[in-house]
T-cell receptor, first 116, second 113 residues
Framework: DTGVSQDPRHKITKRGQNVTFRCDPI?????LYWYRQTLGQGPEFLTY????????KSRLLSDRFSAERPKGSFSTLEIQRTEQGDSAMYLC??????????????FGPGTRLTVL | AQSVTQLDSHVSVSEGTPVLLRCNYS??????LFWYVQHPNKGLQLLLK??????LVKGINGFEAEFKKSETSFHLTKPSAHMSDAAEYFC???????????FGTGTRLTIIP
């Protein structure tokens, strides 16, 4: 399967701990996105990369959050000093920037974070 | 700024009857609109997309949607529901030059046998 993969699928942590999630995009895709989805809501945009450059960050992404895409392939999302309000599904998506006005974003299965 | 409003949080239909999931959008510029489906424990999947070509858009699994600019609507329909259609459906808007998808709050579709 050559879709977007995310690891881990589930993470339970205690408040105050740091967590890191990984996303592997579809191999030829140069854009990578992170979204967050809380219960009963639609996904909300957090940040996106084109190759290794982080081009946009949402105001939702507080200074406890950091995302990297060091070689323009996989990406990591780290949350420091987790809070209960960080409990959510973290979704990764990737796309290939081309000539069309919209480049379809393909989503991974998500990482469900529970902060106790 | 752009946004979408999904008018129903939950829709129940009997198997074999039509499906209608409603979505209204707001956008300062010409939008592209999409419907995504999310099955439990699976990733979001694109059902169909409108990108300023034909206003009636056909998608996968027999779904279609019509872009109505005068009504700022993009409702999703299917003539005959199947049990496998039970899922969460999201209406999504994006504006050209802006990379972030803006999702609605979702409509949970339940199919009654």
């Amino acid at each position: 399967d050559t879709g977007v993969s995310q690891d881990p699928r589930h993470k339970i942590t205690k408040r105050g701990q740091n967590v890191t999630f990984r996303c592997d995009p579809i191999s030829e895709h140069n854009r990578l996105y992170w979204y967050r989805q809380t219960l009963g809501q639609g996904p909300e945009f957090l940040t996106y990369f084109q190759n290794e450059a982080q081009l946009e960050k949402s105001r939702l992404l507080s200074d406890r959050f950091s995302a990297e895409r060091p070689k323009g392939s996989f990406s990591t999302l780290e949350i420091q000093r987790t809070e209960q309000g960080d409990s959510a599904m973290y979704l990764c998506a990737s796309s290939f920037s081309g000539d069309s006005s919209y480049n379809e974003q393909f989503f991974g299965p998500g990482t469900r974070l529970t902060v106790l | 700024a752009q946004s979408v409003t999904q008018l129903d949080s939950h829709v129940s239909v009997s198997e074999g009857t039509p499906v209608l999931l409603r979505c209204n959008y707001s956008s300062s510029y010409s939008p592209s609109l999409f419907w995504y489906v999310q099955h439990p424990n699976k990733g979001l999947q694109l059902l169909l997309k409108y990108t300023s070509a034909a206003t009636l858009v056909k998608g996968i699994n027999g779904f279609e949607a019509e872009f109505k600019k005068s009504e700022t609507s993009f409702h999703l329909t299917k003539p005959s529901a199947h049990m496998s259609d039970a899922a969460e459906y999201f209406c999504v808007v994006i504006v050209f030059g802006n990379e972030k998808l803006t999702f609605g709050t979702g409509t949970r579709l339940t199919i009654i046998p």
